[in-house]
């Protein structure tokens, strides 16, 4: 049996970083439930969802012109 190519392979995009990933052969039997690229990307979105609970009880929304995740040069 020839090896599959990756574009033969099913893909889908991570919600967190938006980089398109490939199936692998351990998420065989999970591929429905694959949502992110990585661990660190799932650990991120679990980390970004704990803090976005808690700022978003406290925190002014951010300005319409910049991204509220980038600091500001020096």
Sequence with gaps: MAPRRRSDLPAKV???CGRPF???H???RDWDQ???CSERCRR???A???AGVA???TDPPAPSGRS???RPRP
Excluded: L
Aim: hydrophobic share 55%; proline share 4%; glycine share 4%.
């Design 44 to 46: 991120g979105a679990r």
């Design 26 to 28: 351990k998420w065989a």
């Design 14 to 16: 991570c919600p967190v």
């Design 34 to 36: 694959v949502r992110y």
């Design 48 to 50: 970004a969802a704990v």
């Design 22 to 24: 490939h199936w692998r």
């Design 55 to 57: 700022a978003a009880a």
């Design 68 to 70: 509220a995740h980038r």
